[in-house]
C-alpha cells in the first residue's frame, strides 16, 4: 500500500490526479451504490441457484411481510438518526407494547380499535419521555435509552405476571394475517403507509427539513431559529410509535404477548439504517435507504434458509452485515468529503 | 542578566501565508535571556501567529530560529519544549479533573521505582516550582476547583518544571482581577530576574508599557517597530499600531439618515464576565458597526440581541417595545437576524444546497397551504432564485450544495437567509472574514442596500478599515463597556483603534 503510494507520488502531474479521481470515483460509486449492486447480486444469484423456491410470488411476499416489522422499527429508528441521535430502547418498546397489548385487548378485553391506538399512545409517549432525557435534562442518549428500554424490561416482567384467561381474540390476530388488498398481506401494507408518511414528513414538511438541518449541523439551526429541542423529542416520539406498532404486529403475528420477543429487532433495525445510510447519499440517514438496508437483510436470510445453513450461521451473517454496513457508511461520507 | 550584545533567541526573515493571505511578511526577532518582552499590534497583524510558529503549531514557510547561536527546527510542539520554550494560551491547557501535581508533571518523564511512578520523587520536583511561583495552595487540589489565577500558577510551574528559559503568555490578565494581575506581575519581575524571558502578548498597553523591557509592534504581519524601555508612551504606542496617522477611508456617503426614535435599542445590556454594561440605538436604515478588540464583547452583545444567550440585567428594545431575549425564536419572529461568526460550524448546513441554506431559516413562510405542515417546492424555489439573483450569489443554482461554493458566496448565502419582508434588525459578524476582496465589496454593497430598504444592520468587525469604510455610526466596545461613539466623519481608523484600546473600567474615556 506503501509502496503504490509512493510511487504514484513518483509519476507526474495530470497522470495522478487522473489516476487518484478515478479511484476516488471508484470509492464513491461504491459506497453509494454497493449496496444496490449487492442486493441486486443476491438476488440474481439466488434465482439462478434456487429457480423453484426463491424465485416465486410467495417466496417474495413471504420476504417483504417478514421484513415489514423490521423496516417500521427500522424508520423510526432512522428519524431519530436524522436529528443525530440513537434510541437504544426499540426493541425493548416493541417487545414491552406487544406484552401490553394483548394484556389490554385479551385480559381486560378492551376491543381493539380501541386497544392498539391506545399501545401506540402509549409508544409515543414513552419516545416522548427519552427525548426529554436527551434534550432537557442532557442525558447522553445512549445511557438515557438504554435505561428506559431496561426499566421497561422490569415492568413488563411485572406486567406479564399476571395470568391472561381468555384467548386472544380473531380480530387481533387478523390485524397480521389478514390480507385486505389482493392477497398483499396486511404487514406489507402498513409498512408501504407507514414509511410513505415518514418520507413525507421528512422530505416535504418543515418539520422535516428542520429536523434534518438539526441532524447537519445543531448550531446552526439553533442560530436559524429552529427550536432544536422540540424537533429532537419528536422524532423520539415517532420512533416510540414506530416500535409500539412493531411490538403489536409481531404479537397478533404470535398470537400471544411474550416476555422479550421483539428486543433482537434492535440489532437489525441499526443493521439496516446504517446500511440505508450508505445507499444513494453519503452516509445520510434517510427512508428509501432504511427500506433497501431492511430488504438485504431480510433477502439474505431467506437465502440463507432455502440453502439450508447451519443455525449459527445467521448471526454471524447479522453481525457481519452490521460491522459492514457501518463501515460502508462512514466510508461513504468520508470520500464525499475528500 | 540582561546582556545587549548577543540575543538569546532569535527570529529572522520569518514568513506565512494562510490561502494567498500574509499573515507574517519578514519578521526578525531578538529575544534576551531575563528580559520582558512585550509583543503588541492590532487583531490579525500577526501576533499569534508568530507564536504558533514558536510552538511548533504552525509551520512557517521561510524563516531561521536560533538558540545560542544555533539554528533549531521547530516542527512540533515537542521540538519547542526542548528547546525550552513554554507557552500558555488563553484557554490554559490543563485537565480539568487531574491535581496540580499531576497537571505540572502531565507529558513529563516522571521518576519511576519498580517501573511504577514514583509519586512522591515527582511531587518534589513540582513543589520546587509551585514555590518558586509562590503557590499557596494544596497541590492536591483538582484543577478545576482552583481560581483562574491559581490556574496561572500551575501553567508557570509547569513551564519551570520543564526547565523553561522562555515562557510566552498570551493575554495573560484577560480573566484575572487586579490584584491578581499584579501579583502576576510580581512573579514576571522575579521569573526576569531568574533569567527566565517572557514573552508577554497583551492588548492591555498599560501593563505591556509598564511591564517590558522591549517592545515589539506588529502591523499587517509585519514588525512596524522595536523600542526600548520609556521609548514610548501609550499615546506614540497606539499610532504605532494603527500605523497611517489619518486616514481618509473611502466611506461610501450614504446620505443623511434620520436618527430620531430608535429603532433597536440595548439598555445597560450586562452578562457573564464579558458584557459589562452595553447600552446603544439602532436606527432605521443605518450602517452600525460594532468596533473593538477581539474579547471586548461585541459577538456576546448580538448573541445576547438574539435570544441565543440569557442576559444577567438590562433589556433590548424594538420598536419602543421591550424584547424578551428568551430565544432565538422570539428573536426571529419579531425580526431580528444574526449572521454569525463562525461561518461553517454556526451558519452553514455543509452538505446541503444553496437554496436549501438560504430557506432554513423561513421554513414556515413556504408551505404550500398556510396551516398544513406540508412545503411548497416552487415557493422554496423562487425564493431561493430571487434571493441568488438579489445577492449576487455565484453559484450554478439553487441545488449545488453549498460546500463547494467560495467564502464570500457561502457568506451571502447566510446573509440571504435572513431576508423577508419582516426583518428589522440585523447583526452581521464578522461579515467578510475570510473572504477575498471583491466578494468583501459585494457584501458591503448587500448590506448598504438593506440599509436602504430600512433594515437597521449592525455589523461586527475586527477591520477598522471595514468598519470606516462601511459604516455610517460605530460604537467601540472595550472590556464590556461600550468606550465612545463615532458619527460620520469622525470615523476614522485611528479613532477607533484608540477607542478600542480604553480602559472603561474606571468609568470610561470619553
Known amino acids: ?338 | 542578566m540582561q546582556s545587549e550584545s548577543a540575543a538569546w533567541l532569535t527570529v529572522r526573515g520569518l514568513s506565512k501565508q494562510f490561502g494567498g493571505a500574509q499573515a507574517l511578511t519578514a519578521v526578525d526577532l531578538d529575544i534576551h535571556r531575563g528580559e520582558v518582552h512585550g509583543l503588541v499590534g492590532a487583531n490579525g497583524a500577526g501576533k499569534s501567529t508568530l507564536i504558533r510558529c514558536l510552538a511548533g503549531v504552525t509551520t512557517p514557510d521561510e524563516g531561521v530560529v536560533t538558540i545560542d547561536g544555533e539554528e533549531v527546527k521547530i516542527a512540533a510542539p515537542r521540538d519547542a519544549e526542548d528547546a525550552g520554550l513554554a507557552f500558555i494560551h488563553q484557554e490554559l491547557n490543563l485537565v480539568p479533573h487531574f491535581n496540580a501535581v499531576q497537571n505540572m508533571l502531565l507529558g513529563t518523564k516522571k521518576a519511576t521505582r519498580l517501573g511504577l511512578i514514583d509519586w512522591r520523587k515527582s511531587r518534589r520536583k513540582a513543589a520546587e516550582a509551585a514555590e518558586r511561583v509562590g503557590v499557596n495552595f494544596s497541590l492536591d487540589r483538582r484543577v478545576d476547583e482552583l481560581s483562574v489565577a491559581e490556574r496561572w500558577l500551575v501553567m508557570i510551574a509547569k513551564a519551570l518544571v520543564r526547565d523553561a528559559n522562555m515562557i510566552a503568555m498570551d493575554e495573560p490578565t484577560a480573566s484575572l482581577s487586579d490584584n491578581e494581575s499584579s501579583q502576576l506581575f510580581d512573579i514576571i519581575r522575579d521569573l526576569a530576574s531568574d533569567g527566565v524571558a517572557i514573552l508577554y502578548v497583551s492588548h492591555r498597553l498599560d501593563e505591556v508599557l509598564d511591564l517590558s523591557d522591549r517592545i515589539t509592534v506588529f502591523r499587517d504581519g509585519k514588525v512596524t517597530d522595536r523600542e526600548v524601555r520609556g521609548g514610548l508612551d501609550k499615546r506614540g504606542l497606539v499610532r504605532a499600531i494603527a500605523g497611517r496617522e489619518v486616514t481618509a477611508a473611502a466611506r461610501v456617503d450614504r446620505g443623511p439618515i434620520v436618527r430620531d426614535t430608535p429603532l433597536f435599542s440595548a439598555r445597560n445590556v450586562a452578562a457573564g464576565r464579558m458584557v459589562k454594561d452595553v447600552s446603544f440605538d439602532v436606527y432605521r436604515g443605518e450602517v452600525l458597526g460594532l468596533g473593538g478588540l477581539v474579547g471586548a464583547g461585541r459577538t456576546e452583545v448580538a448573541r445576547l440581541a438574539f435570544g441565543a444567550d440569557k442576559l444577567d440585567s438590562g433589556s433590548f428594545e424594538l420598536e419602543g417595545k421591550p424584547v424578551p431575549p428568551r430565544s432565538v425564536p422570539a428573536a426571529v419572529n419579531a425580526g431580528i437576524g444574526l449572521v454569525p461568526e463562525e461561518r461553517r460550524s454556526q451558519g452553514l448546513m455543509l452538505d446541503k444546497s444553496v437554496g436549501w441554506n438560504i430557506n432554513v431559516g423561513v421554513l414556515k413562510s413556504l408551505r404550500s397551504v398556510p396551516g398544513l405542515p406540508f412545503m411548497s417546492g416552487a415557493k422554496s424555489r423562487t425564493r431561493a432564485l430571487g434571493l441568488i439573483d438579489q445577492l449576487r450569489i455565484k453559484t450554478p443554482g439553487p441545488n449545488q450544495v453549498i460546500g463547494g461554493l467560495s467564502g464570500g458566496n457561502q457568506q451571502k448565502a447566510l446573509i440571504a437567509r435572513w431576508l423577508r419582508p419582516e426583518m428589522k434588525v440585523l447583526f452581521l459578524d464578522e461579515p467578510s472574514r475570510g473572504v477575498d476582496i471583491g466578494a468583501r465589496q459585494e457584501i458591503h454593497d448587500a448590506i448598504r442596500r438593506l440599509a436602504d430598504d430600512g433594515v437597521g444592520t449592525v455589523v461586527i468587525s475586527s477591520d477598522v478599515e471595514e468598519l470606516a469604510s462601511l459604516c455610517d455610526r460605530v460604537v467601540v466596545l472595550s472590556e464590556g463597556n461600550v468606550s465612545g461613539e463615532l458619527v460620520g466623519d469622525e470615523i476614522t481608523e485611528n479613532k477607533i483603534i484608540e477607542l478600542s484600546y480604553a480602559h472603561t473600567d474606571q468609568g470610561g474615556d470619553e
Open chain 1, 1 to 338: 500500500m506503501n509502496a503504490t503510494l509512493t510511487k504514484e507520488k513518483a509519476v507526474t502531474g495530470p497522470e495522478i490526479t487522473d489516476r487518484h479521481r478515478r479511484r476516488r470515483l471508484f470509492l464513491v460509486l461504491l459506497s453509494r451504490y454497493g449496496t444496490l449492486v449487492g442486493l441486486a447480486a443476491m438476488i440474481v444469484v439466488f434465482s439462478i441457484r434456487s429457480p423453484t423456491t426463491f424465485l416465486t410470488l410467495p417466496n417474495f411476499l413471504n420476504i417483504l411481510n417478514q421484513s415489514s416489522l423490521t423496516a417500521i422499527i427500522a424508520a423510526g429508528l432512522t428519524m431519530t438518526l436524522v436529528v443525530g441521535e440513537f434510541d437504544l430502547s426499540i426493541g425493548y418498546v416493541a417487545s414491552f407494547a406487544g406484552l401490553l397489548v394483548v394484556g389490554f385487548i385479551a385480559r381486560d378485553s378492551l376491543p381493539v380499535l380501541i386497544g392498539v391506538p391506545l399501545v401506540l399512545l402509549i409508544g409515543a409517549a414513552i419516545g416522548t419521555t427519552s427525548g426529554f432525557l436527551v434534550t432537557k435534562v442532557r442525558i447522553n442518549a445512549v445511557i438515557a435509552t438504554l435505561g428506559v428500554g431496561t426499566i421497561l424490561t422490569g415492568v413488563g416482567f411485572a406486567y406479564s405476571a399476571f395470568p391472561i384467561a381468555a384467548g386472544v381474540p380473531a380480530e387481533f390476530i387478523q390485524i397480521s394475517l389478514g390480507k385486505l388488498l389482493v392477497g398483499i398481506p396486511n404487514p406489507i401494507i402498513i409498512m408501504i403507509v407507514v414509511l410513505a408518511i415518514l418520507w413525507i414528513i421528512l422530505n416535504r414538511t418543515d418539520l422535516g427539513q428542520k429536523m434534518q438541518a438539526v441532524g447537519g449541523n445543531i448550531e446552526a439551526a439553533r442560530l436559524s431559529g429552529i427550536r432544536v429541542d422540540r424537533v429532537k423529542i419528536f422524532a423520539f416520539a415517532t420512533a416510540g410509535v414506530c416500535a409500539a406498532l412493531t411490538g403489536i404486529l409481531l404479537s397478533s403475528l404470535l398470537g400471544s404477548g411474550t416476555l422479550a420477543a421483539a428486543d433482537g429487532y434492535l440489532l437489525d433495525a441499526f443493521a439496516a439504517v446504517f446500511l440505508g445510510s450508505a445507499t444513494l447519499r453519503d452516509g445520510e440517514f434517510h427512508i428509501v435507504g432504511t427500506l433497501v438496508g431492511v430488504l438485504i437483510i431480510a433477502v439474505g436470510f431467506n437465502g440463507l434458509s432455502i440453502f439450508g445453513a447451519p443455525t449459527f450461521f445467521q448471526p454471524i451473517f447479522k453481525g457481519a452485515i452490521l460491522v459492514l454496513a457501518v463501515g460502508l457508511s462512514t466510508l461513504a461520507r468520508r470520500y464525499a468529503k475528500a
